[in-house]
């Protein structure tokens, strides 16, 4: 006799498949078993994990279920792990021009993009900026209206209080990469809503594996939320280490919020802090700070 799943863990697979259905995967296998039983219903993600490798899907990534807030820590491996792993793996010795071919070849794919409803707004499509060999790499919410008419992120105030903070590392703005959850500017600079985010931000994701910074930054809620697959208040993510798509990640706040509330930037500074650490940088020196992957 198979013993049955408690309700939280219930909840929680009834989360997960929740999921797989907002990605379009409604095929499920059925695998007896008594571990895999809810109720009458068996559930294999094995299978389901092995279809997505077998059709190579690369949009599954961690997204926020609506109406849940799954905990990456509890929950089963989100399906796309190993098809961002192995794209990872391809990534690691790819040499530079390849990851610069492998980011314009997404590019390419998105095209003039119409996939969500931020197309309608915006006057041009924000891919990110930076080196494709970067050990570090930013992630943003959304272009903004500089953005939006230069076709660069963080180029704005915002994006001046960026650089600051990238020479602060002692670091140059082009040897780090720089990307945004959505590549369109959301109308008004309001916060992408889940749709648009969720149709968005798996190019971003492809563009991370690409890249394989060792560290990422999450600027703002947004970008950590997209990130991690969880929404979590800020002051409960910063200060410490997370991982996404196998790369350390840091979240901190976005500058234009610092912008707004300067008293903030030392905390953020202490975010940054983190991150020099893990990649073994002194704010001093700015040689040191130079890509270890540029020739
Ligand atoms: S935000 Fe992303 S998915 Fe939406 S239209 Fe722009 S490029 Fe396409």
Redesign the pocket.
């Known amino acids: 006799m198979g013993s049955k799943l408690t309700a939280e863990n219930e909840a929680a697979v009834r989360a997960r498949i929740g999921y797989y259905r907002d990605l379009g995967i409604f095929d499920f296998y059925r695998r007896g078993g008594p571990e895999n039983q809810i109720g009458t219903e068996t559930v294999t993600e094995v299978a389901v994990e092995t279809a997505i490798v077998a059709t190579d899907v690369t949009y599954a990534d961690p997204v926020p279920v609506p109406g849940a807030t799954p905990d990456p820590e509890t929950l089963p491996p989100m399906p796309s792990t190993v098809a961002a792993s192995r794209r990872a793996e391809a990534a690691k010795t790819m040499a530079p021009q390849d990851k610069a071919a492998a980011l314009a070849a997404i590019r390419e794919e998105?095209g003039d993009?119409?996939?969500?409803?931020?197309?309608r707004g915006?006057h041009t499509?924000v891919f990110g900026d930076g080196d494709p060999h970067a050990r570090l790499m930013f992630v943003g919410e959304?272009p903004g209206a500089d953005e939006d008419a230069q076709g660069l992120p963080f180029v704005g105030r915002a994006g001046q209080l960026l650089n600051n903070m990238i020479g602060a590392m002692g670091l140059r703005r082009d040897q780090v990469y720089i990307a945004n959850i959505?590549?369109?500017r959301p109308p008004q600079n309001r916060v992408?809503e889940p749709e648009?985010a969720n149709?968005?931000a798996p190019?971003l994701f492809r563009q991370i594996d690409v890249i394989q910074p060792e560290v990422l930054v999450a600027l703002g809620s947004t970008a950590a939320t997209y990130l991690l697959g969880a929404k979590s208040p800020l002051s409960a993510l910063r200060g410490r280490i997370h991982h996404a798509r196998g790369v350390k990640l840091i979240v901190t706040y976005h500058p234009a919020y610092l912008l707004r509330d300067p008293r903030q930037k030392k905390e953020a500074w202490a975010d940054l802090q983190i991150a020099m650490r893990e990649l073994g940088l002194k704010a001093s020196s700015q040689q040191s700070a130079a890509s270890g992957r540029q020739g």
């Open positions: 998105i993009c119409t996939r969500c409803a931020l197309s915006r499509i959304g959505v590549k369109c992408p648009e149709t968005c190019f």
